[in-house]
């Protein structure tokens, strides 16, 4: 399975993006599937799962700011974000997971900019 993610890029404060992910080699519709960021001189820390079923769960920095959605049938996974802060600047990166907290598969990551 290789994952490719897409949709990074330069944003001022306030602004929008939307990150997408490409998974391809396999179906993922029986993996959770998540979104990781991770900031220069910071660890890794995970932004968003979307389960098989489609349940979501936001970490508490991008609650009501981030949206994590999924298409089965095209196997992507989305990431839309709203009123971005310059503290989301990160290289953010998309799992797969059959258990979570322990990813089976990375993308390459995408880096994000958000400019105050």
């Known amino acids: 399975v290789q994952l490719q993610a897409s949709g990074g890029g330069l944003v001022q404060a306030g602004g929008s993006l939307r990150l997408s992910c490409a998974a391809s080699?396999?179906?993922?519709?029986?993996?959770?599937m998540a979104w990781y960021r991770q900031a220069p001189g910071k660890q890794r820390e995970w932004v968003a799962i979307?389960?098989?079923?489609?349940?979501?769960i936001y970490a508490d920095s991008v609650k009501g700011r981030f949206t994590i959605s999924r298409d089965k049938a095209k196997n992507t996974m989305d990431l839309q974000m709203n009123s971005l802060k310059p503290e989301d600047t990160a290289v953010y990166y998309c799992?797969?997971?059959?258990?979570?907290?322990?990813?089976?598969?990375w993308g390459q990551g995408t880096q994000v900019t958000v400019s105050s």
């Open positions: 080699g396999s179906t993922l519709n029986v993996y959770g």
């Open positions: 979307v389960s098989s079923r489609g349940n979501t």
């Open positions: 799992s797969a997971h059959r258990v979570w907290g322990r990813p089976d598969y």
